[in-house]
């Protein structure tokens, strides 16, 4: 089943379209990864996703309807968070926000979206930070706590922008296995914006590569070659595999996304 | 009025007056008021807002004394809501995200305070009564707004209660709120509103001057108490309520302002919490923990 499809799609800010002409879709259960140079528009893709801006052109449908603000099946990770030094409050507490912070009105006695909660935190191995405030945790310690309040109102997709920046190799290591088994065992879908492809390699189903006006989409195999990246782009554009498999894209500079 | 080490009948004693009875009535649902609503502030980091908006509520109230001149009925408490409820909702239209809008509120916040400045020099007169909205005057409230202080109360705590969830969700994580549907806009205006309010009446009791200290600081001391929203929200109003009631009955018998009073035990409350507050912590969270800074966070 297809959970996205767009077609012919343009997206930009008023009269500036930052990329266009993209036709690709995601299936179920998928790892994607969204790669591209700094300002290519890859948080666009997550807005037009969430319902949070139109496309300029083309249609885009998720879950087979039009993109609306609010869908419960959408999990999102955004990268900005208002969490620094000041932040006494405690992980159990965000988390459960997830699920109850959108509902009006008091319930003093429900415990419902409590033990929601807490399941979410086990499931993203943190229980024992449920009690800590988020401003004692780490990097690697706020990222997984974010993706339970994303995964505490079973949503059947995740967009997660740039959980990988600020952590180091060890971290992103594990963060990676962790949003793994989350596609593999919940099937749900996880759209994961990155800025170095490597690290997902071995996860992935399907890249979403955006840059210079243009989307490129398919098995990261098949996407990232030299012939198939200098056909579109319409210039030499070299894709280089070392021997452990790590690919480099030589020829997309970056900034040159801005465009 | 003479103290005696039997507090039960200096309590008794003081409660007999009635401009003590109006001074705790008032008192009471003021320190609540600014306890939940200053729970939000801190939380939405709008300390900012919340000192910028009495400022303005200065300038209000500087407008009704003039405009009381004409219109007898014009008490001050009327141009601090209509100059905090007017300034909150333009500093929300000018700056929708709550995080960097210090540039907006600082404009807002010029621009009325210049309003003042010009209802000031149209009312020669005002000496006294300047002096009171800048410090507070509790002593002096009388029974009318003591009950519309305890209606704007009743609709503070019934409006919190309804947006609670909401409010705290997009307070603390506006950009996941927003894509879940939650209305941040306009729950944004909630809060400046119930700011606006909140600040209009405790100008009444500790003045412009001093609104931190009820607004702002049991808040902030609650922070460090507990790391449970509904906890923290508690012990704020605790807190706040603590400072207001200590600070009238020493007031009472003493010379001295009640709202130097309440500043200073609010701070020294907070300063004791600082200090000692790992030792305090209220829940099961391992307080004395060493903070793990290796990652920056994000």
Redesign the interface.
């Known amino acids: 089943m297809k959970v996205i499809e767009a077609e012919a799609l343009s997206a930009g800010y008023g009269e500036n379209m930052i990329w266009g002409g993209a036709n690709f879709s995601v299936d179920q259960g998928e790892f994607v990864a969204v790669i591209g140079p700094n300002g290519a528009g890859k948080t666009t893709l997550f807005r037009l996703l969430?319902g949070?801006q139109r496309p300029l052109a083309g249609s885009i449908r998720v879950f087979g309807a039009e993109p609306e603000?609010?869908?419960?099946r959408?999990g999102?990770?955004?990268?900005?968070?208002?969490?620094?030094e000041?932040?006494?409050?405690?992980s159990l507490?965000?988390v459960r926000?997830?699920i109850?912070?959108?509902?009006?009105?008091?319930s003093l006695f429900s415990q419902d979206d409590k033990r929601a909660a807490l399941s979410a935190l086990e499931s993203v191995g943190a229980t024992e930070l449920a009690?800590?405030?988020l401003?004692?945790?780490?990097?690697?310690?706020?990222?997984r706590i974010f993706l339970a309040?994303?995964l505490v109102s079973s949503p059947d997709m995740l967009l997660l922008d740039e959980p990988l920046?600020?952590?180091?190799m060890r971290?992103e290591k594990d963060l990676l296995r962790l949003v793994n088994g989350v596609v593999r065992s919940r099937n749900v879908t996880v759209v994961l914006i990155a800025h170095d492809i490597n690290p997902l390699l071995p996860y992935l189903d399907r890249v979403i590569y955006v840059a210079n006006g243009k989307v490129a989409s398919g098995r990261p195999e098949e996407v990232l070659t030299s012939d198939r990246l200098t056909a579109m782009y319409e210039t030499s554009i070299e894709v280089l595999r070392d021997s452990k498999g790590n690919v480099a894209i030589i020829g997309i500079e970056e900034g040159l996304g801005d465009k | 009025m003479n103290f005696s080490p039997n507090l039960i009948a200096d309590l008794q004693q003081m409660l007999q007056y009635q401009f003590m009875q109006h001074a705790f009535e008032a008192g009471t649902m003021i320190s609540i008021m600014a306890g939940v609503v200053g729970y939000f502030v801190v939380v939405r980091r709008s300390a900012f807002a919340a000192h910028a908006l009495s400022h303005i509520g200065f300038a209000g109230a500087a407008g009704a004394v003039v405009l009381g001149v004409l219109l007898p009925w014009v008490t001050p408490i009327y141009g601090l809501l209509a100059f905090t409820i007017i300034g909150g909702i333009t500093m929300t239209v000018l700056a929708p995200r709550a995080a960097q809008r210090d540039t907006e509120i600082g404009i807002v916040l010029a621009f009325m305070l210049g309003l003042g400045v010009l209802f000031i020099s149209l009312y020669t007169g005002y000496a006294t009564e300047a002096y009171s909205i800048l410090f507070g005057e509790i002593l002096g409230i009388s029974s009318s707004s003591v009950l519309l202080t305890v209606a704007a109360g009743l609709g503070v705590i019934l409006a919190v209660s309804i947006v609670y969830r909401p409010l705290l969700f997009s307070s603390l994580d506006e950009n996941v709120a927003e894509a879940k549907g939650l209305p941040t806009f306009w729950l944004g205006v909630v809060f400046m509103l119930l700011l606006a309010i909140a600040t209009s009446f405790a100008v009444e009791v500790v003045g412009v001057l001093l609104i931190f200290s009820l607004m702002v600081t049991p808040a902030a001391t609650a922070l460090h108490l507990a790391s449970r929203p509904g906890r923290v929200l508690l012990i704020s109003v605790l807190i706040a309520l603590f400072s207001t009631w200590v600070g009238l009955f020493i007031a009472f018998y003493t010379p001295y302002p009640v709202s130097f009073f309440i500043t200073a035990i609010s701070f020294s409350i907070y300063l004791l919490v600082r200090r000692f507050h790992h030792h305090l912590k209220i829940g099961p969270s391992k307080a004395g923990e060493p903070i793990d800074h290796a990652q920056p966070g994000p």
Request: hydrophobic fraction near 30%; charged fraction near 20%; proline fraction near 6%.
């Open positions: 969430l949070l603000r609010g869908n419960p959408i999102y990770v955004p990268q900005a968070h208002n969490i620094d000041q932040s006494h409050i405690e507490e965000l926000l997830g109850s912070g959108t509902r009006w009105g008091f009690h800590r405030p401003a004692e945790l780490s990097g690697g310690e706020l990222q309040e994303a920046s600020n952590l180091d971290r």
